[in-house]
Nanobody
């Protein structure tokens, strides 16, 4: 069993920044892919970014490229999402997720095996 705990959400004005954290416990994540997803009211859960634990390869959805950065600290079993130049349309609950399939990196919700509880990000105009 893997446990994921997100933190760092909050309220910010448009153009501001937030840094989300996800602490993983219960297993070694050396071959996992870690992802960030978000879900706004009335919308489906949306892929944001992913990173391979081993090697650190990253992938982003087009709407956040150049603004968001995903990273990880292997010593702390922690994944981060640095969000800059935030827009009102970034408002959502942000979820951390883990895909245990070796070497796979995917934007599909169904490919992720473990999920955190979510953290709210609200961006005002």
């Amino acid at each position: 069993q893997v446990q994921l705990v997100e933190s760092g959400g909050g309220w910010v004005q448009a153009g501001g920044s937030l840094r989300l954290s996800c602490v993983a416990s219960g297993r070694t994540f050396s071959s996992y892919t870690m992802g960030w997803f978000r879900q706004a009211p009335g919308k489906e859960r949306e892929f944001v970014a992913a990173i391979r634990w081993s090697g650190g390869s990253t992938y982003y959805t087009d709407s956040v490229k150049g603004r968001f950065t995903i990273s990880r600290d292997t010593a702390k079993n922690t994944v981060y999402l640095e969000m800059n130049s935030l827009k009102p349309e970034d408002t959502a609950v942000y979820y951390c997720a883990a895909d245990e399939t070796r070497f796979r990196i995917s934007p599909r919700v169904s490919n992720y095996d473990y999920w955190g509880q979510g953290t709210q990000v609200t961006v005002s105009s």
